[in-house]
T-cell receptor, first 114, second 117 residues
Framework: AQSVTQLDSQVPVFEEAPVELRCNYSSSVSVYLFWYVQYPNQGLQLLLKYLSGSTLVKGINGFEAEFNKSQTSFHLRKPSVHISDTAEYFCAVIKAQGAQKLVFGQGTRLTINP | DAGVIQSPRHEVTEMGQEVTLRCKPISGHDYLFWYRQTMMRGLELLIYFNNNVPIDDSGMPEDRFSAKMPNASFSTLKIQPSEPRDSAVYFC???????????????FGAGSRLTVL
């Protein structure tokens, strides 16, 4: 079975500072990886996804993530955050073949301080 | 497209009452998922359907929970009888089979916040 570990439950940063949200996954088969964002009282929105090819993927709102197979990681980064980035961020994994069960990590709450 | 539509957005009920949550997926999508979100357990997949057929219901907590998808544009999640520990946000999501070169990307509804007193 697949699993996802988000190493930080909360990350506070100052506005315009860089941020990295960490995600590690576990799987015995090939997987696809995703980052979703959840703003307060809303559903989840897709930020970016890694399927294959270039290990650096770019998403919406200036976010990017790097797939590292040897370290089984998929960390999310943004060089300069804004107040509007305050939200909960979820890393997720799905098997590349077979059952379509998207498994989520526990989430990281990103708080931007002025 | 209006996206995935869930109703009600908020539901407050008393223990023992029946609760029905509704979902309208994006037109043309062939997968539908029900997730539950709590502080303690995070996002849990309860059940998912493909072409209206339940594929995996291993996440349904117990017999009090049931889900149906009578047609491609409607699904329900029912809890009977409800208990305080069922209090959570329930999300519906839908996706379209991506084919061999892609991955299903889930689109989520805004969620139904259930409070059982």
């Amino acid at each position: 079975a697949q699993s996802v570990t988000q190493l930080d439950s909360q990350v506070p940063v100052f506005e315009e500072a860089p941020v990295e949200l960490r995600c590690n996954y576990s799987s015995s088969v090939s997987v696809y990886l995703f980052w979703y964002v959840q703003y307060p009282n809303q559903g989840l929105q897709l930020l970016l996804k890694y399927l294959s090819g270039s290990t650096l993927v770019k998403g919406i709102n200036g976010f990017e993530a790097e797939f590292n197979k040897s370290q089984t990681s998929f960390h999310l980064r943004k060089p300069s955050v804004h107040i509007s980035d305050t939200a909960e961020y979820f890393c997720a994994v799905i098997k590349a073949q077979g059952a379509q069960k998207l498994v989520f990590g526990q989430g990281t709450r990103l708080t931007i301080n002025p | 497209d209006a996206g995935v539509i869930q109703s009600p957005r908020h539901e407050v009920t008393e223990m023992g009452q029946e609760v029905t949550l509704r979902c309208k997926p994006i037109s043309g999508h062939d997968y539908l998922f029900w997730y539950r979100q709590t502080m303690m357990r995070g996002l849990e997949l309860l059940i998912y359907f493909n072409n209206n057929v339940p594929i995996d219901d291993s996440g349904m907590p117990e017999d009090r929970f049931s889900a149906k998808m009578p047609n491609a544009s409607f699904s329900t999640l029912k809890i009977q009888p409800s208990e305080p520990r069922d209090s959570a946000v329930y999300f519906c999501a839908s996706s379209l089979t991506a084919g061999s070169s892609g991955a299903n990307v889930l689109t989520f509804g805004a969620g139904s916040r259930l409070t059982v007193l």
